[in-house]
């Protein structure tokens, strides 16, 4: 069992910052690539950033350059810095990990941008 927990999310004026947590805990190892999505209202769920076990990372076009997503192994802990925020990124984020035999989700925390 792996479980997930998202903190950091709130309210936030455009072109502020915020930075998301993701404390995981179980059966998860630091060779586990970890990755944020998020879920805007009427709208699929869809991915937002990606780290592997050696510290490669990979960002959706739309957050390129505003968005960095971080581990710290020895907390383990992800971390997806937000900046230059706007209002299409309000949307609630989930941090996912991939353990075999199957994917672990977070509960979610909500990022509100108003412009």
């Known amino acids: 069992q792996v479980q997930l927990v998202e903190s950091g999310g709130g309210l936030v004026q455009a072109g502020g910052s915020l930075r998301l947590s993701c404390a995981a805990s179980?059966?998860?190892?630091?060779?586990?690539?970890m990755r944020w999505y998020r879920q805007a209202p009427g709208k699929q769920r869809e991915l937002v950033a990606v780290i592997t076990s050696g510290g490669s990372t990979n960002y959706a076009d739309s957050v390129k350059g505003r968005f960095t997503i971080y581990r710290d192994d020895a907390k383990n802990t992800v971390y997806l810095q937000m900046n230059s925020l706007k209002p299409e990124d309000t949307a609630v984020y989930y941090c996912?990990?991939?353990?075999?035999?199957?994917?672990?989700w977070g509960q979610g925390t909500q990022v509100t941008v108003s412009s």
């Open positions: 996912n990990a991939f353990v075999v035999p199957r994917d672990y």
């Open positions: 179980g059966s998860i190892r630091s060779t586990n690539a």
